[in-house]
């Protein structure tokens, strides 16, 4: 079935670091792949999404490309701050029977320290 | 901003009592969802809903659960007789359209004991 692997965590990095979070796939046809924030005590909220090979998805200075062909959507930021502390977690679509299911990564827990 | 919200936050109850957790989704979205985080492990599709049945269900949504939309605002999740290992962060979703974006609540801890 279809499947999300993120990178292991705890990530801890200084304010202004470059930030990647690794995620691979694998699934059949041709899903959407998103990255969802989990800010500390908060619910799940939908950080950038891409539908398509190649699409870049940007948000607050993260971006994420689809590759097919190595099957992965990396989550990159060029400097990141201490409130991007939270846990990201990368999940794709799955059709499924009828209504559109996440498929989720582990999640990745990431601290900032200034 | 519309934002769906999840009652209660923190739930603690007794290894084989029952437990309604409960949702208000998005006031015009379609599609409800839930997903349960057990501690340390990934994120999981429970139910998906739509036009007032199941769309589909994963294999741990087995007999013990059962959903309900009771009226026009809330969704509801019933676990029968709860387990140890029921307990879990439980996320309630809406959408809009089958396709577009899942709109998550802060979710409810559910703690059996």
């Known amino acids: 079935g279809n499947s999300v692997t993120q990178m292991e965590g705890p990530v801890t990095l200084s304010e202004e670091a470059f930030l990647t979070i690794n995620c691979t796939y694998t699934?059949?046809?041709?899903?959407?792949l998103f990255w969802y924030v989990q800010y500390p005590g908060e619910g799940l909220q939908l950080l950038l999404k891409?539908?398509?090979?190649?699409d870049k998805g940007s948000n607050k200075g993260f971006e994420a490309t689809y590759r097919k062909e190595t099957t992965s959507f990396h989550l990159e930021k060029g400097s990141v701050q201490v409130s991007d502390s939270a846990v990201y977690f990368c999940?794709?679509?799955?059709?499924?029977?009828?209504?559109?299911?996440?498929?989720f990564g582990q999640g990745t827990r990431l601290t900032i320290n200034p | 901003e519309p934002e769906v919200t999840q009652t209660p936050s923190h739930q603690v109850t007794q290894m084989g009592q029952e437990v309604i957790l409960r949702c208000v989704p998005i006031?015009?979205?379609?599609?409800f969802y839930w997903y349960r985080q057990i501690l340390g492990q990934k994120v999981e599709f429970l139910v998906s809903?739509?036009?007032?049945?199941?769309?589909?269900k994963s294999e741990i949504f087995d007999d013990q659960f059962s959903v309900e939309r009771p009226d026009g605002s809330n969704f509801t999740l019933k676990i029968r007789s709860t387990k140890l290992e029921d307990s879990a962060m439980y996320f309630c979703?809406?959408?809009?359209?089958?396709?577009?974006?899942?709109?998550f609540g802060q979710g409810t801890r559910l703690t059996v004991v």
């Open positions: 979703a809406s959408s809009e359209l089958m396709n577009t974006e899942a709109f």
């Open positions: 999940a794709l679509s799955d059709r499924g029977q009828g209504a559109q299911k996440l498929v």
């Open positions: 699934a059949t046809g041709y899903p959407s």
């Open positions: 891409a539908t398509k090979a190649d």
């Open positions: 006031s015009n979205h379609l599609y």
């Open positions: 809903f739509y036009n007032n049945e199941i769309s589909e």
